[in-house]
């Protein structure tokens, strides 16, 4: 047993040391621990989305799809995830049952709530599931925004509509730093930033509408030749594709209508990325922009 004459001089050791006396870690401690609690009290920090429902997880499927013990049904707002046979399909996937399988969960909305399908042979109801930010209690307590995690790791992209937008901007830097570093899905080339000659060539072969719901959707780079707007749509012809199937975005209808972005007019010589289904119309090849946040203006 120390004397106390001992214990004094560890203490001036410890005070010269820079660490600490016993008393005062203890405190340090407890302080630190009370910090803990009370951030995990707090809950997760959803800003300015609207505070939905709360329930545990049951199954998560698609890499981008919830079912909640409550039966409830949930697609990940603003983002998207390779499905079935494509690559990576498989690991984002497994990246989601990770963070979420059978883990409390608050929904948060920002935009539509809501998706309604049609009722398939036999059903009676329409089906319908939330479309919602995802807010995640891990075993630890800590709250964590789940679209965050998945895009961070590159186990999903962001895919922002015209009726939910609300965290895309935050999304697509989380993304930029994901595919810069080739993180998850981004180190697939199928994943990386299409020509427009390569996306002429997979709208060509899909040979579909970019208003179906199977319609290819591609991150396209280029260089925007010649922007022309209309009474109602805009067209907006990119370099690099063959002259016999000019490749071009395109906005009509509503979405031009609601058209929140740069001046279309304007865009020639620009170079861009953009985001969205790919579709054929009168043979040619084209990808539909519905908002805004589905074009990026990148630096020269």
Known sequence: MLSWGQTSSFRRREARSGIAPRPARRLLLGLGFFALALLAACGPQIGELERGEESRVARAYNGDTLELESGLRVFLAEVDAPQGEADYAAQAQGELEALALHREVLLAYGGAKRWVGRPREGEEAPREAAIAHVFVRSEGGRW??????????????????RDNHARTDELLEIEALAREAERGLWAERAYRAASPRSAARTALEADATCLRGDAPYRIVEGRIADARVFETRASLAMDGAPAETPFALVVFGENFSAWEGPPLASLTGSNVRARGPLGVYRGEPQLCLEHASQLEVLAE
């Open 144 to 161: 964590f925004w789940l679209q965050h995690e998945l895009v961070s790791r590159g186990a999903a992209y962001v895919r922002p509509r």
